[in-house]
């Protein structure tokens, strides 16, 4: 079946420094891909996708391009901040039964950031 | 804004209880899911409804069921708990491909 593989950490960096998490998926069909973030304490929030092939999800400084040839789906941020210390998961479209359009979620990625 | 509000946020249970975990989403969504969050295992789909009184297993639907009798509504059943389904239990909902999430429940069985 389908399934997506992730960095799992946890990462730790400096407040500025560049961010990449990554991402590597094995799909039968074109899905759509996804980064969530969980905050401590929340459930997960969408935070950017990505529909077809070369297009670019961006978000709060968070950006991703789907590459279909990689089958990769890389988060980077330019420069982070410790406000963006959080569980990142990396997931992808799969249709369920009745049609329903349910995630395959990757692990998640722990990224600590440190003033 | 799509709301998915979760009834608890804690729960501790004992051994051999019955337990209902109820989730409600306010945006008229179709699809209905609950997943566990455990470390390591990242998040793990129980069960799924993709209509009122439709539902259909995940990958770990043992131990587990579900009840949706209002669109709106969809609950999780534990129906005698054990101390190996402590974990964090998270409730969502979709349209279209994105899921949205409530804050889960935290469960621990003694």
């Known amino acids: 079946g389908d399934s997506v593989t992730q960095m799992e950490g946890p990462v730790t960096l400096s407040e500025e420094a560049f961010l990449t998490i990554n991402c590597t998926y094995t799909a039968t069909g074109y899905p759509s891909l996804f980064w969530y973030v969980q905050y401590p304490g929340e459930g997960l929030q969408l935070l950017l996708k990505?529909?077809?092939?070369?297009d670019k999800g961006s978000n709060k400084g968070f950006e991703a391009t789907y590459r279909k040839e990689t089958t990769s789906f890389h988060l980077e941020k330019g420069s982070v901040q410790v406000s963006d210390s959080a569980v990142y998961f990396c997931a992808l479209s799969e249709k369920k039964g009745g049609g329903a359009d349910g995630l395959t979620f990757g692990k998640g990625t722990h990224l600590i950031i440190q003033p | 804004d799509v709301k998915v509000t979760q009834s608890s946020r804690y729960l501790v249970k004992r051994t051999g209880e019955k337990v209902f975990l109820e989730c409600v989403q306010d945006?008229?969504?179709?699809?209905m899911f609950w997943y566990r969050q455990d470390p390591g295992l990242g998040l793990r789909l129980i069960y799924f409804?993709?209509?009122?009184?439709?539902?259909e297993k995940g990958d770990i639907p043992e131990g587990y069921s579900v009840s949706r009798e209002k669109k709106e509504r969809f609950s999780l059943i534990l129906e005698s708990a054990s101390t190996n389904q402590t974990s964090m239990y998270l409730c969502?909902?979709?349209?279209?491909?994105?899921?949205?999430f409530g804050n889960g429940t935290r469960l621990t069985v003694t």
């Open positions: 990505a529909t077809k092939a070369d």
């Open positions: 945006m008229d969504h179709e699809n």
């Open positions: 409804s993709y209509d009122v009184k439709m539902k």
């Open positions: 969502a909902s979709s349209l279209r491909g994105s899921l949205h």
